[in-house]
């Protein structure tokens, strides 16, 4: 492949040389805003402009507030969530215990879900030349997502009462057109404690007061780890404490499909994919329900090939 097509790597300082900024909670009481309460560097240097945020949306007590000294590269409260970065190994962690939010009452229809996630809210198009904004199309040849994924513990504390017990884990490109609203949640789903094996899940944000109303097309972790021969389960149960499980997907038929039926349902104003761009992402837990759980990421890499 790398002798056929010109590749260019999506995601903007992948291995956060210059930090991360740590947002506060989501204000619902005043239009869902949120503020950059720290910026964190990962390395022996001063963090400098991030590109990416750690977000800890409806987690309970603020993160930021109470993050105590864990050593070099953590970020955490030192009960219920932490957020580290290994420079050596390029490894992510992400652990969420949601119970300092849910303090034992159950999880109603209608709640906020706790988050815990990375989020890069724009790459550097807008910055790159004329020749660089063409892998950020939808339109390339190839687009590769890739990365390792290791989950580290799970635990589930079963509430009679709680609408529905969902862990999700998730990743989430921002698919926009650089022009005009269009836009798409276009995702992969990474885990689903409910499911092992899913399908695709096509429909729109809703059902909480601060949804977007946006479209959303996630891929199914049937297909997700289609290439790599299994999952993050084991025996019908999430598969605490396995092996990395490198994944490996080429989205672009999965964007076709998704401007198909964004165009059908009238929701694209565009008049073709190759006007929608790749120009963001999120990463993380997205959980309803008390759990505590833990995922690693390494490796991470969404890659852009067009032929020479």
Known sequence: MEELYNKLELLPDGRF?????????????????????????????????????????????CLV????????????????????????SDTMKFRLDTSAYYQGKPAMQGDYWPHLLIEAPEFTYRRASDEEKKFYSCGADAIIVSLDIALCDYKITHNPDDWVEAAQFLLYLYVKNADTNDFCWFGLQLLDNRWDLNG???????????????????????????????????????????????????????????????????????????????NGMNMGWETIGTFDHTMEIRNLSVTSYIRK
């Open 17 to 61: 040389e210059r930090g991360i900024s740590l947002l506060s909670q989501k204000d619902h009481r005043n239009g869902d805003r949120y503020t950059v309460l720290k910026k964190f560097s990962f390395y022996d240097t001063e963090a400098r402009q991030p590109y990416w945020n750690l977000a800890q949306w409806d987690s309970g007590p």
């Open 65 to 88: 507030e109470n993050m105590i000294d864990a050593g070099p590269g953590i970020i955490t409260d030192g009960t219920s969530r932490l957020f580290s970065y290994d420079t050596a």
């Open 200 to 278: 695709h899940y096509i429909g729109y944000d809703g059902g909480k007061a601060d949804a977007s109303s946006a479209m959303i097309y996630s891929i199914g972790s049937k297909y997700v780890y289609e290439s790599a021969g299994r999952s993050l389960y084991k025996g019908g149960q999430p598969d605490a404490g396995g092996d990395f499980v490198h994944v490996s997907v080429d989205i672009k038929p999965y964007l076709e499909d998704m401007f198909r039926i964004g165009k059908e349902e009238n929701y694209f104003k565009c008049e073709s994919l190759d006007e929608l761009i790749i």
